[in-house]
């Protein structure tokens, strides 16, 4: 009998420096959108989370799941680790909550980076009043089954962005952002770049000196 459907793959060993993921937490999600041609993004779901809670930065550990069903979610949750950030994929469906309040407690204390969730959460007052990040589709006061199939350390899809384990995961009050594990180094550089050439921006709008040559240029361009 095939063990598709409850397989749990191992890690592979990660390529990411921890300073790297302590700089993506300087830098937004839309910056490093822009860094990556506006291609590399979650699309679709909303910070559940206090306004003021921290960037959300980890790698992704991963888990796909049956629409309404956490079995694998709370395994994933009992082999995380530190600085990981949970991205489940349960098809955008919102008919059961998948996590809520006690799930987000127990990963919090594991040190778990947040919950990136393609469906529904519950206990969404306790999130909001939180520092821990959670990212999710949906509310249900619906209780999740726990009967699987579901698996851990897969590809994934969220949001129109597939997701591998290991990914760097950005999250703010603009939304998610998935960066991959081998491009983290090149993506960081260019992103904090855009950062100061944004800031060098500001500082000439503040002072009237803003000029947008390039406007004209396409406007032209179109016009013939």
Same mark, same amino acid.
């Given at each position: ?68 069903? %956490? ?10 680790? &530190? *600085?990981? /950030?949970? !991205?489940? +994929? #349960?098809? =955008? ?59 851990? %350390? ?10 591998? &384990? *290991?990914? /760097?995961? !950005?999250? +703010? #009050?603009? =939304? ?49």
């Amino acid at each position: 009998m095939s063990s598709i459907g409850f397989r749990i793959l191992d890690r592979a060993p990660s390529i990411l420096a921890p300073e790297t993921l302590a700089k993506f937490a300087t830098v937004g999600a839309a910056q490093i959108s822009d860094c990556m041609g506006r291609l590399y993004g979650v699309v679709g779901l909303l910070p559940r989370h206090a306004p003021t809670a921290a960037r959300m930065v980890g790698v992704a550990l991963t888990v796909k799941t049956r629409p309404g069903d %956490n079995l694998m979610i709370h395994k994933a949750i009992s082999l995380s680790q &530190p *600085g990981e /950030v949970l !991205v489940v +994929d #349960a098809g =955008g469906d919102l008919t059961n909550a998948l996590v809520g309040e006690l799930m987000a407690m127990e990963a919090q204390r594991r040190g778990m980076a947040g919950f990136v969730i393609d469906g529904a959460v519950r206990d969404v007052d306790v999130f909001a009043q939180g520092d821990f990040p959670c990212f999710a589709r949906g509310v249900s006061h619906r209780g999740p089954y726990k009967d699987g199939p579901g698996e851990i %350390n897969v590809p994934v899809s969220i949001g129109g962005q597939v997701v591998f &384990p *290991g990914d /760097v995961i !950005v999250g +703010d #009050a603009d =939304g998610l952002v998935v960066i991959p594990a081998a491009h983290a180094e090149g993506v960081l550089a260019d992103a904090l770049k855009k950062e100061q050439d944004e800031a060098k921006t500001k500082e000439k709008i503040l002072a009237g000196t803003y000029t947008k040559p390039w406007m004209d240029e396409i406007l032209a361009a179109r016009r013939g």
